[in-house]
């Protein structure tokens, strides 16, 4: 028979010395710190490196942790920050450097090939466009398609008014959308979508 703990329930059992109850939330919220880290990155190893780290710090500081506020919105705050903190040393390293093109080599049609290649290419377009926006732009960005999350969470995540995040987001897409047309010279309709 098995049992389904809330989020503060493991949180508890955690301060209480249990320790293998941190494995409950890191199974639970994987996959979303995950594709939060791809939204920043676009780089699976980098992602997955950023993923560990993240859950290392939510373990280091859960003795913060609160509950004026969900643990969901918690964590997601902690992967925008360090997402965030992560693209700024990049920068400051001067490791954005043109990503590499590979086609696996098993992939003998040629109709494969070019469509591995088209997709590549679309992550790699996104990747530059993310990049041009204001950093709060970026975050809603990700936060909305990577983490999805309803308005209501984002403007909880972000700190404002639901309207604000409202505002912010539809201020963000606009914007991506206009460096997408003007810097790739394509259409609307043949604009790349946003996935990880």
């Known amino acids: 028979m098995q049992h389904t703990y809330s989020d503060n ?26 594709q939060s880290s791809m939204g920043f990155l676009h780089d699976e190893d980098e992602a997955a490196d950023l993923t560990q780290d993240i859950f290392i710090k939510v373990y280091q500081q859960l003795d913060k942790f609160k509950g004026r506020s ?15 903190n992560h693209l700024r040393k ?18 003998r049609s040629p109709g494969r090939a070019d469509e591995d290649l088209l997709k590549q290419e679309q992550k790699k377009i ?7 926006l204001k950093a709060s732009q970026r975050k809603v960005i990700i936060l909305s398609h990577y983490q999805e999350l309803t308005n209501a969470e984002l403007a909880e995540v ?10 912010l ?7 991506l959308q206009d460096i997408l047309k003007r810097e790739f010279k394509t259409t609307r309709d043949e604009l790349p979508t946003i996935q990880s």
């Open 9 to 34: 329930q493991i949180i508890d059992e955690i301060r209480n010395g249990n320790r293998d109850a941190f494995e409950l939330l890191v199974k639970k919220y994987q996959q979303k710190v995950f």
């Open 70 to 84: 969900s643990f969901s919105t918690w964590l997601f705050r902690i992967c925008v920050n360090m997402g965030t």
């Open 90 to 107: 990049q920068k400051l390293r001067q490791l954005l450097r043109p990503e590499e093109v590979t086609i696996t080599c098993h992939s």
């Open 126 to 132: 996104i990747r530059q466009a993310l990049q041009k």
């Open 158 to 167: 972000m700190g404002l008014s639901l309207k604000a995040a409202e505002s």
């Open 169 to 175: 987001l539809f201020r963000a897409r606009t914007r």
